[in-house]
């Protein structure tokens, strides 16, 4: 008996050794798995730059714009003038908008980013009023600081947007949030939650905090 005890204890202690032996520290793989803090930031920036694009694609009547990192957020937002634009309708009552949002760009490495959506708000006849529109944002195979992402599905970025003698008015906030998958090297899916206060149309008039697959991300926007 005393044998047989010994023998189920040494196979109990051989099953743990094995067990630990093929998992190889998966504390280590996990930690692998978290992006970096630059890498964080550069996806943070990506979003907000192809949210640029969009809006200024959009005011432009859907032509293409090109992409600098010279654009401002605040500045594209400041921009918007429902009284100009031809998606806007006035009648005796104000003016109705719906003003579609398409765009698709190339990200830095490759693969493409895109965000789609309108801006759909009614202003009475002294141009006031507010818009709550949500963009959709969708990273396909988009390289961005060695790492590819995609939608897991998509991230979302809902605005709001008060008018006054058809006029923007500031502060403008902003929320993305949503999830992506990223690879190869480490690879995962992650969350997005970000918070986007445009104060002015100035260089530094947009700032971002909040988080990004776990990493905290602040700055400018």
Not at 138 to 157: K, R
Request: hydrophobic share 30%; charged share 10%; aromatic share 4%.
């Amino acid at each position: 008996m005393m044998r047989t005890k010994k023998l189920e204890a040494l196979c109990c202690a051989a099953a743990i050794t094995l067990l630990l032996a093929w998992c190889g520290g998966c504390g280590s793989g996990s930690r692998s798995n978290n992006i970096s803090q630059a890498q964080a930031e550069a996806m943070s920036h990506e979003f907000v730059t192809a949210v640029e694009s969009a809006l200024s694609s959009a005011a432009s009547g859907g032509a293409s714009v090109e992409r600098s990192a010279q654009q401002n957020l605040s500045a594209v937002v400041g921009d918007i003038h429902p009284d100009q634009s031809s998606s806007c309708v006035t009648s005796a009552s104000g003016t109705s908008c719906n003003i579609p949002v398409a765009y698709s760009g190339a990200c830095p490495g490759g693969g493409t980013i895109g965000v789609s959506g309108a801006f759909d708000f009614t202003l009475n006849n002294s141009g006031d009023g507010s818009d709550s529109t949500t963009l959709t944002i969708t990273p396909t195979n988009c390289s961005v600081s060695n790492l590819t992402i995609n939608g897991d599905p998509n991230v979302t970025v809902a605005t709001e947007i008060n008018f006054t003698g058809s006029e923007v008015q500031f502060p403008v906030t902003a929320a993305e949030a949503g999830e992506i998958s990223y690879g190869p090297n480490p690879s995962g899916s992650c969350t997005i939650k970000v918070s986007l206060t445009l104060n002015s149309t100035s260089q530094t008039g947009c700032t971002v905090t909040g988080t990004v697959c776990g990493q905290s991300v602040s700055g400018s926007c």
